[in-house]
């Protein structure tokens, strides 16, 4: 019966049941969807999914006959039917929500890449854009004005000089203005990071922050939080700023969301943080790009956080 069973036991399965949908089709964006959705409720939900992960994902067998019959018998027709259609229910919303930001990028980008591919361009007014993996731009070059709309990701800037015509990139709200200089754009889960290779770049934050326009000079940075508009200010080495152009990425007290963000952009699949708490615990440090996984275990390990690779689409990284 149905009251029998205990809510760690339904959440163990619930784990499970997702675990072999992902397995069973791990390029499907909806499973990876549900499950992120589902680990995202609590940590009753992630303590589940970790022991899942231990006892079927990481050995990587399929559950036994008995094993199935077991969870069958355990759980009601009724609450079984329930379980599917609600199943079959957030899927067809997810796969609405997951194909419909990606075609509206298409549409809005005049540049974009795929994972883990960075491309140089040169734009019309004769500046370069360099871009990072996953990373989308729109242009606004005319007679009169240079603007740069970072969509989605990552961009270096080297700015070709114009009094005339200032040089603005904008995203989430803030904006980057430059004559002649270069300087880096990330924006990583809910972070925006702008950092000065050489020149001066202005910054205007949204109107309602409180904190005055910033004038940032080489070496100089400043990072943006979306979510409680916070504003950070530091310098380091100017051979730190845009290092993902040279397979590294370098950190100074940045959250994890926002490292492990821009560190998956150089891997297939979705990266899945179960805890919003421990993303936003800091981290300082030196990744190599050139293996995405041991990046990701160097930047949890020292929280105490683990990296499991579900299917070569999936990747969870979670407190414990």
Known sequence: MEDDVSEEDRLFDEAVDLLIRIQSDPENPVALDVARRWLSRGPAQEKAWSEALEIHGMTGKILTDRRRADRKAAFSVSRRVLMVGSFLGAAGL????????????????????????????????????????????????TAQRREIELLQGM????????????????????????????????????????????????????????????????????????????????????????????????????????????????????????????????????????DPVLALEAVVQPHGGRVRSVTPYLTVISPF
């Open 94 to 141: 997810v796969a609405a929500a997951s194909s419909g930001p990606r075609l509206i990028l298409q549409a809005r980008a005049d540049a974009m890449t795929a994972t883990g591919e960075i491309r140089r361009l040169e734009l019309p007014d004769g500046s370069f854009a360099t871009l990072g993996p996953n990373s989308a731009i729109a242009l606004t070059v």
């Open 155 to 290: 961009a270096f800037f080297e700015v070709a000089p114009d009094e005339t015509r200032p040089f603005r990139v904008t995203s989430a709200g803030v904006t980057a203005t430059a004559l002649g200089t270069a300087f880096d754009v990330s924006s990583d889960a809910d972070c925006l990071t702008i950092a000065v290779d050489h020149g001066l770049v202005g910054v205007d934050l949204p109107s309602d922050n409180a904190i005055a326009p910033a004038r940032l000079a080489q070496g100089e940075w400043l990072t943006f939080a979306e979510g409680d508009q916070s504003v950070s200010i530091g310098k380091k080495d100017r051979s730190q700023i845009a290092s993902w152009r040279h397979g590294m990425v370098v950190v100074e007290r940045e959250t994890v969301a926002a490292v492990v963000a821009r560190i998956a952009r150089w891997k297939k699949g979705e990266v899945v943080i179960t805890s919003p708490s421990f993303g936003r615990r800091l981290v300082s440090g030196v990744y190599d790009l050139r």
